[in-house]
């Protein structure tokens, strides 16, 4: 069972930025692609941006093109997001989440979710 927690969430400024970490433990993590989705208040979960096995492969959602960066550290379990230039509208609870097997953007292919980490950017 694969187990992970997201951190660095918090309450910053239009503008500003942040760094969203996520630790992975008890399995497979370098194997798989790794996504990060969002949850705005009284939306559904969408997907922000993604990362392959090897971390040669990006995606990300349109909206956040161009102000966020994701990476990930496999001797290490972890995958980050970089949020900058960060908008109201970037608001929501982050998750990451573990792949299935090949990279996609679609919440369903994903099987093992953290529980969230809060981002609210007032105007």
């Known amino acids: 069972q694969v187990h992970m927690v997201e951190s660095g969430g918090g309450l910053v400024q239009a503008g500003g930025s942040l760094r969203l970490s996520c630790a992975a433990s008890?399995?497979?993590?370098?194997?798989?692609?790794m996504g990060w989705f969002r949850q705005p208040p009284g939306k559904e979960r969408e997907f922000v941006a993604l990362v392959n096995w090897s971390g040669s492969v990006t995606e990300y959602a349109d909206s956040v093109k161009g102000r966020f960066t994701i990476s990930r550290d496999n001797a290490g379990n972890s995958v980050y997001l970089q949020m900058n230039s960060l908008k109201p509208e970037d608001t929501a609870v982050y998750y990451c989440?573990?792949?299935?097997?090949?990279?996609?953007?679609?919440?369903?292919?994903?099987?093992?979710w953290g529980q969230g980490t809060q981002v609210t950017v007032s105007s």
């Open positions: 989440a573990r792949a299935r097997g090949r990279y996609s953007q679609q919440l369903h292919n994903y099987d093992f």
């Open positions: 008890g399995g497979t993590f370098s194997g798989y692609a």
